[in-house]
């Protein structure tokens, strides 16, 4: 026992980091909405400075520079401390004012991405400036030793902890009885609500910036005595730290320093169990324990990242639809067919690099840039395929090709387990996992010497029919048809995901990314959309980890650290990481790819500030361009091969540039039917639905029918729960009763499963997907009925446009519609699935008269069709006039039901809305 009670507290110092850097974190997220991952490189850096002073020298981290200048001496502890500490508080504020600030609006991914792009800056130039030895520090708390019967207790790391715990009650109350505290929170909460208070927003995250930054500097000097300073080992704190941060949820400094220790104690006891326990593996323990925090917090929980009041006005990037793959696939493998062919040694292995990373690129760009999962664990996938495939060929004697399609379908199963956390949890809290996810399988197995020889895995050639198709070794190095080879399996890969991006699949995933509650009552089946991305990227992902392999002809772990990974991540997002081309470009700018050869060939240092090149790079990439490098030129070819319509006329959708003043007798719908439905029989019914959020009833025991054929108007004051009850009915919430279509109960299905048994439904704020056209958004709801493709279908989605007026602007992006085609066009969605009941919400929000007259008049083209309609809206002059029942919902509860006559004399509707008083006016 007292072993284990000894290394627990050896583990203090460790956890003090972890403690101090989710301080940091909390600081930064909660004050701006940043998930700093660079806040082990800040404070890295921090301690190099603090470390170089003791020495009498002032280290210079700024490329081109001297690494440091003589100070004459060692100016001590206190004012080392200081000076450095102050420094990186200036860096924290440099680096919100000139990279955070201007991202202030960008969705949380975008300020993630730069985050990862300042860490590999910071990294990589510590790396040149300093070098990546050991550098070693002047203790600075007592190193004497407290002996307690056999446990021996370091002071060093008592003093540490006490330090960054008493640091933490120090800010807790700063937070919570200061003014600065309240803004903070203030702006946490809701940053318009800040703005109109007459705060800055802006100012406060710039003190919290400087704050945090101060904060890890003082961590990375503190603990730099007791952990020697190396470039990458500081960075990967980040780990273990988030894991502390998302116990404390992003919100306490105290829960988060209290997270951090304990994290650490449980690494220092998972150390020691490694050594005296045989049949534990005898390395990854240890970055095995933030995993499983991370997993059981977030997962077990379900519980994402709290979300902050920002202002968000933009989104992740286009993704466009490939028009041309075979003649552009085939003009590419011509091109770089040639280049193999003509170019010298030193060319050839970077194109074959090239093609391999934009291999790996390319499933990126399915993972995260077509399903929207921010996946960092690509790499490490690839990486496991890569050291399967040793085994797979060597000892199990299964020959190519089916042995890199083997370990690409064990890197496919391992790719499914890493997305399974994604079902449960959404956004940054993937990327969080998969990184944690990517640290432990490097740790687990590249780097464990009870699965990889020190001398690394040997990798056969591949070999078809005794031809060899290997890259060669000496003067055979490197051959061309292992070149060739690669470039096939890049053109296969390619158009492969280009034919994704074209299917029903590939349409779902883009409206996961979107919005999965949409996706969802479009009749997308979430889950498997999801797990189908995380599993077809894992496939690709290995083939290039395959290739990797081939190429390496020994792997080790080397190639697949989870720094690299954050790296390759970095370098896809910076090329376009949701286009074809964007990952293939990856694989030009990759570490050994063209680019790289062209900077060794520029200057003889270029090459090493490579990695400063890509992280300034990808700064400026996600400030200007969320879209990547490609992203200018896929839009000059979108307007170039845009034409404008030749229809014109009367069938032109609402919004656009249409006569305002016409006679609605001009309307193509100008001859629908607006007979009122008086009976029919129930298509759609509600008995007894209540819907409870914890003690509040949003919904009472609401029960009526829908008769089949009939528009059923469903009107109340705000807060009457309208839209509780829409959810309820089409599942995106629980609720107790019954709910039934065509008597079918529909119990507890989920909702596109309802969507599936005959409901489909919009959504009051619209949510299409952006950056699909009006006929790829309408598309996800036939692809959500498994009925995408095919003439009949075509067909189909004419007959909609025609029947709804969007024959127009079908292959217009859904971006640059007006608010009334948005509001056809979710409709559109809806019916794709061949609904029995839709149900609509507030489709007239935000038209104006003559807009909401015309959709009156399609949605009773709709019931002609034989659709039947729920209507929720606050139009009453639409209501009145299109529906023939009308249900009338007031805190919860029915609160009358009748003809639209009967419901615009009926005082307790009037009271409802109008309030006793002026009842009494209107009604008399």
């Known amino acids: 026992m007292s072993q284990h009670i000894q290394f627990l507290l050896l583990g203090i ?24 991952f660079a806040t082990g490189a800040i404070a890295l850096n921090c301690a190099y400075i603090y470390a170089f002073l003791r020495k009498g020298e002032f280290v210079i981290l700024v490329p081109g520079l001297p690494k440091s200048v003589d100070i004459g001496g060692d100016p001590g502890f206190a004012a080392s401390a200081a000076i450095a500490v102050a420094l990186s508080a200036l860096f924290g504020l440099l680096v919100y004012v000139v990279v955070f600030r201007p991202l202030r609006k960008a969705p949380p991914i975008a300020r993630a991405v730069a985050s990862i792009a300042l860490m590999i800056v910071l990294v990589a130039i510590a790396s040149k400036q300093v070098g990546t030895n050991t550098v070693g ?33 120090v800010l807790a109350a700063l937070y919570r009885f200061t003014r600065f505290g309240l803004l903070t929170r203030a702006t946490a909460e809701s940053e318009e609500g800040a703005y109109v ?35 990458t080992g500081y960075s990967l704190f980040i780990v273990p730290a988030l894991a502390a941060a998302i116990i404390g949820q992003f919100s306490s400094v105290v829960a988060a320093v209290a997270a951090g220790l304990v994290i650490g104690m449980l690494q220092s006891e998972a150390t020691y169990l490694a050594r005296v326990h045989e049949w534990l593996p005898s390395s990854g323990l240890v970055e095995l324990v933030p995993l499983v925090v991370i997993l059981v917090v977030l997962v077990i929980r379900a519980k994402p990242l709290p979300s902050r009041g920002a202002v968000i006005v933009s989104e992740l990037g286009n993704a466009p639809y490939p028009r041309r793959v075979w003649s552009g696939a085939g003009i590419g493998v011509v091109i770089v067919g040639l280049a193999l062919i003509l170019s010298g040694n030193d060319v050839r292995v970077a194109l074959i690099t090239t093609l391999i990373l934009g291999v790996i690129g390319l499933s990126q760009v399915v993972v995260t840039g077509y399903a929207g999962q921010v996946s960092l664990a690509q790499l490490a996938l690839a990486g496991a395929a890569a050291f399967i495939l040793g085994p797979i060929t060597a000892s199990w004697g299964i020959p190519f090709p089916f042995a890199p399609l083997l370990a690409a379908l064990v890197a496919t199963v391992l790719g499914v387990v890493v997305g399974l956390p994604a079902l449960r949890i959404r956004g940054l809290t993937v990327a969080v996992v998969t990184l944690a996810l990517a640290y432990a399988i490097e740790a687990l197995w590249f780097r464990n010497l009870d699965f990889v020889p020190s001398s690394g895995v040997d990798i056969p050639d591949p070999k078809i029919f005794g031809y060899s198709l ?54 997308v089946d979430v889950v498997r959309t999801k797990l189908a991305a995380f599993a077809i990227g894992a496939f690709i992902a290995g083939i290039g980890g395959c290739l990797l392999a081939y190429q390496q002809t020994n792997v080790s772990f080397q190639s697949f650290t989870a720094l690299a990974g954050l790296t390759l991540f970095a370098i896809v997002y910076l090329a376009g990481i949701t286009s074809i081309s964007g990952g293939i470009l990856s694989g030009v700018l990759g570490a050994g790819g063209v680019a790289f050869l062209l900077l060794e060939h520029v200057g003889e240092s270029a090459g090493t500030w490579y990695q ?31 034409r404008p319509s030749p229809r014109t006329g009367s069938m032109v959708a609402v919004g656009s540039a249409v006569d305002r003043t016409a006679s609605l007798t001009d309307s193509p719908f100008a001859d629908v039917d607006r007979t009122p439905v008086r009976s029919g029989d129930p298509l759609l019914a509600l008995d007894r639905v209540t819907v409870r959020y914890g003690g509040v009833v949003a919904v009472d025991e609401v029960s009526f029918d829908v008769p089949d054929g009939a528009i059923v108007g469903l009107i109340g004051p705000n807060g009457a729960g309208k839209t509780t009850l829409i959810d309820a009915i089409s599942g995106s919430v629980r609720a107790e009763g019954t709910v039934a279509v065509a008597g079918e109960a529909l119990g507890d299905k989920s909702t596109h499963r309802r969507v599936h048994a005959g409901l489909g439904r919009t959504f009051q704020a619209i949510e299409l997907y952006e950056d699909l056209t009006v006929r790829e958004n309408v598309q996800v709801g036939l692809s959500g009925r498994g009925r995408a493709g095919g003439a009949d279908s075509a067909t189909e989605l004419d007959e909609i446009f025609d029947l709804l007026g969007l024959v127009e602007v ?92 009967q419901i615009r004399g009926d005082r307790a509707v009037a009271e409802a809305y109008l309030g006793a008083m002026h009842t009494e006016e209107v009604l008399g």
């Open 13 to 36: 110092g460790s956890g003090g980091v972890f403690g101090a850097l989710a301080i940091a974190l909390v600081l930064t997220y909660r004050s701006s909405g940043v998930l700093n």
């Open 137 to 169: 520090v002047k203790a600075i708390f007592p190193v004497d030793i407290w002996t307690v019967g056999s446990i021996r207790i370091p002071q060093d790391r008592v003093y540490f902890g006490i330090a960054i715990f008493g640091l933490a009650l």
């Open 197 to 231: 208070s007459g705060l800055s927003p802006d100012r406060v995250a710039a003190y919290n910036w400087m704050i945090g930054a101060a904060v890890a500097g003082s961590a990375g000097i503190l603990i730099s005595p007791i952990v020697p300073l190396t470039p």
């Open 470 to 523: 290997g890259i060669g070794r000496g003067e055979n190095y490197p051959r061309l048809e292992f070149g060739l080879f690669c470039l096939a399996v890049l053109a296969v890969v390619g158009v492969g995901v280009a034919c994704l991006r074209r299917s029903g699949l590939g349409t779902r995933m883009l409206a996961v990314r979107a919005n999965e509650r949409s996706a969802a009552a479009s009749g």
């Open 612 to 642: 400063v090149i890509v992280g300034v790079g990808l700064m400026v990439t996600v400030l200007m361009n969320p879209e990547g490098i490609v992203g200018p030129a896929q839009r000059a070819l979108a307007r170039a091969g845009r």
């Open 810 to 901: 079908c292959d217009t992006p859904a971006g640059e519609l007006s608010q009334g085609q948005r509001q056809l066009v979710s409709i559109a969605r809806a019916l794709a699935g061949r609904p029995k009941v839709l149900l609509l919400d507030e489709p007239a929000g935000g038209l104006d008269t003559t807009e909401s007259r015309w959709l009156g008049d399609r949605l009773l083209a709709i019931r002609a069709s034989g659709v039947t309609i729920l209507l929720v809206e606050h139009d009453m002059s639409l209501v009145l006039r299109i529906c023939d029942v009308v249900q009338v919902l007031n805190f919860g509860r029915t609160l009358a039901s009748g003809t639209p006559e």
